[in-house]
């Protein structure tokens, strides 16, 4: 079931919803060491924080839900369908400074960017809260890189500028990307953030946080057109949360950390994608009938493989599908796998429903 408790909603503080702010006194405020200077001045916002949801990850019904299906039906029956899992004693560090630099991001955004002393304690504060309460543990080098990551992202972007924050982690759906279609294809969203972008013309735009070891282009080509920006943008029209709450939208802009390593300072880029409004129709279309198919994947189904995704890129290095070894060697392979309740492979009974080895 879908959490909908997890998003904080305050309809008061929404631009349109309250009265216009009146201009307030030029304030000086402190960022402090967390960049390394004593003073910086600014115009504070008046208005409200605006609102800003659970940074919890990827929603039951998100894009990462039928990724592996699109990408491989026997990937997706061994992870979704039998739960197979290979189990992890931590969380990778890049996994997790990615993680943590999204709730930063989230609450220097619901803060309309603020930089006084104490605000920017309470954002890293709620990194670290994060980090500690992590399923998986995360590594205090992932939290001290991401904290750096961040003050980095406020040093660079204080003096520019800045959208006009409609959310933060903000839920939409769960809604059909068809409207009037059947509710179990219905899909949701959590998108890191709705706001008026300069770099969309002051338009209003999904920005998608995206780090990346490599290039801010490299991420742009990734990106260009891809199904999680291409869903959440189709989900936006039809989702009672998007269009017909707060009007259309103009695209996408992708807020890149190209991460520094050693003395090589990080790099920062914000590109707006246009909403590809022929790509999303032909997407919707294809996606929902691989939604059916994916919800006839069972057990025992004989789900075909995609013998060209047995290996992928991520970033730029070449990593195999993490079930190769259960395609290649079968029982013989299946030592670094168990279920989700923890259980390993070899403990599986048949029965009717599960008569087909997990392993096949």
């Not at 929404?14 to 003073?39: F, N, R, T």
């Not at 890293?124 to 995360?138: D, F």
């Not at 933060?168 to 709705?194: C, M, N, Q, S």
């Not at 059916?292 to 890129?313: G, Q, Y």
Request: some cysteine.
């Amino acid at each position: 079931m879908i959490d909908k408790k997890k998003m904080v909603w305050r309809a008061d503080l929404l631009p349109g919803k309250q009265p216009a702010p009146k201009h307030g006194p030029v304030h000086a405020v402190s960022l402090g060491q967390a960049v390394g200077e004593s003073v910086v001045t600014q115009v504070t916002d008046p208005r409200p924080d605006a609102p800003v949801g659970e940074a919890d990850g990827a929603t039951e019904a998100g894009w990462h839900s039928i990724e592996s299906f699109l990408r491989c039906p026997k990937e997706y029956q061994y992870q979704h369908v039998r739960g197979i899992i290979s189990p992890t004693a931590a969380t990778p560090d890049y996994f997790a400074i990615g993680q943590l630099f999204h709730i930063g991001k989230a609450g220097w955004f619901a803060a309309r960017f603020a930089t006084d002393e104490a605000r920017m304690l309470s954002i890293r504060e709620k990194m670290s809260a994060y980090a500690a309460r992590a399923k998986l543990p995360i590594s205090n080098e992932a939290l001290t890189r991401a904290h750096g990551y961040f003050d980095e992202y406020v040093k660079h972007y204080r003096i520019r500028p800045k959208p006009d924050v409609l959310a933060a982690e903000y839920f939409i759906g769960p809604a059909t990307l068809i409207k009037g279609d059947t509710f179990f294809v219905a899909r949701t969203a959590r998108l890191d953030d709705v706001s008026k972008y300069p770099e969309a013309g002051h338009k209003l735009a999904i920005g998608e946080a995206k780090s990346t070891s490599g290039s801010i282009n490299d991420v742009v080509q990734q990106y260009m057109l891809h199904g999680q920006p291409l869903l959440q943008m189709a989900l936006w029209e039809t989702a009672p949360q998007g269009e017909a709450m707060h009007g259309p939208i103009a695209g996408v802009v992708l807020d890149v950390l190209s991460k520094g390593y050693g003395n090589k300072a990080s790099k920062f880029g914000r590109i707006f994608i246009p909403k590809p409004q022929r790509a999303i129709e032909w997407f919707v279309k294809n996606l929902n009938t691989q939604l059916r198919a994916a919800a006839l994947v069972e057990w025992n189904t004989d789900a075909p493989r995609n013998i060209s995704s047995c290996t992928r890129m991520i970033g730029r290095a070449r990593v195999e599908c993490p079930y190769l070894k259960l395609c290649r060697w079968g029982r013989a392979g299946s030592a670094p796998y168990t279920f989700k309740d923890g259980n390993g492979l070899g403990r599986w009974l048949p029965s009717t429903s599960q008569s087909t080895p997990p392993w096949e």
